[in-house]
């Protein structure tokens, strides 16, 4: 079972944003960017173009409304996307809010973000993602 897989049976706490029968969304908490979210499915495949064809579709219609919450809940020119993969071998989306390239370099340092300010954000993306 990858951390994952921990994540959305419940058996690892995480700031939930979004989840519905085959995905699940939920705040990065080693973000590079405040609001920073990761986008899984519920099953396990390590590598994003090796998904069931289905799966590769609907992933990012599930992931829209999200980056479209993303882009009103943080300052930013845009929600931007990046499928690296390497950290855990489950496939997830990461889904930034950026105002250059460099804002998803994955190389510079993660923010350490408290729990307080975690809720924050994650309540942040919530209260846009409903309306």
């Known amino acids: ?32 960017r405040e609001g920073h979210t990761l986008v899984i499915p519920k099953i396990e495949v390590n590598n994003l173009f090796d998904l069931p064809e289905e799966y590769l579709g609907r992933i990012l219609l599930f992931a829209r409304p999200i980056a479209k919450a993303i882009e009103k809940a943080f300052p930013c020119d845009r929600c931007g996307i990046s499928v690296i993969g390497l950290e855990v071998p489950h496939v997830h989306i990461h889904l930034i809010p950026i105002n250059t390239a460099n804002d998803l370099n994955f190389v510079q340092p993660k923010l350490k973000m408290t729990e307080a300010e975690l809720r924050k954000a994650q309540q942040k993306i919530l209260d846009h993602l409903k309306k």
Request: proline fraction near 6%; glycine fraction near 4%; avoid cysteine.
């Open 1 to 32: 079972m990858t951390l994952f897989s921990k994540i959305i049976a419940g058996e690892i706490p995480s700031y939930k944003i979004d989840e519905n029968e085959d995905f699940f969304a939920f705040l990065d908490v080693f973000p590079l």
